[in-house]
């Protein structure tokens, strides 16, 4: 109702305006402007017959229309006028002009104008600032999708078939809901889609939308959050008004952590302020519509342990959905999607380098596929080969080259023992994925060199073994330093870092020092975040155990630092027979580095008095 009322307003409106338009242009059509000699002509010609005097014109109406022109005006000259009319046997009136339609225009029109220009400037500003327009402010900024405009189905999801299946069962329900419905079943009436940075959850949501072919109102938590305080529950209502009138259809919620934190975690005072307030309009609205209307509401977030209980209870979001970094099968598929994009080589093996990119996830895959067909267009070549993804990948990991840093003989030396000995000592030890290439051209910020890993496989579990011999990879490279220089360097400083961090895992986390007891010292890390937060509490413990915690740490470190150093002993020739070679070519890979490391002696082979040693 209110928008036909604002349409008929607007018809009135542009029908006065047309008849005004058309009385001006007929009133200037009938009228014809001439000189003051001409007008005086007239009058002795007898042309006119009857003459009006206004206040700067005189306005003469003919006896005999010409064509459409019935009168003629001309401007007032003389000031002893109406005597001269006088001589002239024709009627004469003064008539006073009413001008209150051109005064009151040229009072309203330039506020008007000014008024207008400022309306635009400012709501342009506002816009850029992210507060939009006075009469938009509580409107949704949901963007609708159809199924044409989503271009995308769960056929172009790849790596992720646990979630596909999931999500299958919302599709069908949105296709077809009385099936659902049949024996009393209800589908969940939110859908929460969990998992680390990149690994497809909005692609999901998407597909989603365009299997069912249903309309998909796609919005970010933080689009809700507004400058104003009530704009973002007011958002929340008209976001799920447009969706009910669209049912069935799918509202999609990026970024959930933005808008769903819980409450109170920040202590904010009073408990009222705009996001909690949001936040309590949207549960009020999940429980207000029915799920038999065909609504069906998506989120994804990676931080569900920030989000309120409250959202995760059932009758709201009654379904979480794990999407998490693909397996190796899941980017080979992954990597097939993105390799139609590009001209491949056909000897290009996508297994392999599935292979060399454990942990990496969707978004990372489809980097990779671009940095290696750029890598492949500045070399001019014809086709993307595994050389373009081998200098793709270790861009990614390690960096761009900065070969323009020049480092002196010493420091490449150093270098160079240091990458050896991570090389030796990874091949040295059993279970230890093989090393993929060792270079010591510097890379990224701060690494003068790398050595690359391959896993052979996919690992979720590690034993204390396993772990340590991790670490001994890691002080490899100071122990090469040490055994070639007898001094230390500051190059070793992120390898120290990570190989503490295992070592207090394995003591604090994983309960791996049995004279602690099987205890877990510090609290579980958040799963699906990358950067570990502080610890907030965790289990309380007395000086002696920390002294005791501290002692097992160092214990751990230094044995990993005597084995890792056994091992470069028994394999001196080795390793500067290596170094030398990797001195002189920058680069070794895999190949190069079997060819010099045939006559290695493993960690198993080493003489008793060796492993006591160690």
Known sequence: MKKQARWNLSYWMLAIALFLLIQVWWQTRSVESVPYSEFEQALRDGRIAEVFIGDKTITGRLKQPDGVKRSLVATRVEPDLAQRLSEFDVPYSRVIENTFLTDALSWIIPPLVFFGIWFFLFRRFAERQGMGGFMTVGKSRAKVYVERNTGVTLEDVAGVDEAKEELREVVDFLKNPREYGRLGARIPKGVLLVGPPGTGKTLLAKAVAGEAGSPFFSISGSDFIEMFVGVGAARVRDLFEQARERAPAIIFIDELDALGRARGALGSIGGHDEREQTLNQLLVEMDGFDSSAGIIILAATNRPEILDPALLRAG???????????????????????AKKIRLDPEVDLEKIAGLTTGF???DLANLVNEAALSA??????????????AAIERIIAGLEKRNRVLNERERET?????????????????????????????GIGALGYTIQRPTEDRYLMTRAELESKICVLLGGRAAEKLAFGELST????????????????????????????IAYEPQRPRFLDAALPASGGCQMSEFTQRRIDESIRAIVMTCFERAMTILEANRPILEAATRELLLKETLDETAIVALTRQLTRYRDLSPSLIQKA
């Not at 379904?319 to 598929?333: C, E, N, T, Y």
């Not at 190059?491 to 986390?509: C, Q, S, W």
């Open 415 to 443: 270098v160079a023992y240091h990458e050896m000995g991570h090389a030796l000592v990874a091949l040295a030890l059993p279970g230890m994925d093989p090393v993929h290439k060792v270079s010591i051209i510097p890379r």
């Open 491 to 518: 190059g070793a400083a992120d390898d120290l870092a990570k190989a503490t961090d295992i070592a207090r895992d394995m003591v604090t986390r994983f309960g791996m020092d049995e004279e602690l007891g099987f």
């Open 316 to 338: 709201r979001f009654d379904r979480q959905v794990l999407v998490d970094r693909p397996d190796k099968a899941g980017r080979v598929a992954i990597l097939r999607v993105h």
């Open 377 to 390: 267009t500045r070399r001019k070549g014809e086709t993307v080969t595994s050389s373009d993804f081998t």
């Open 361 to 363: 996830s969707g978004a």
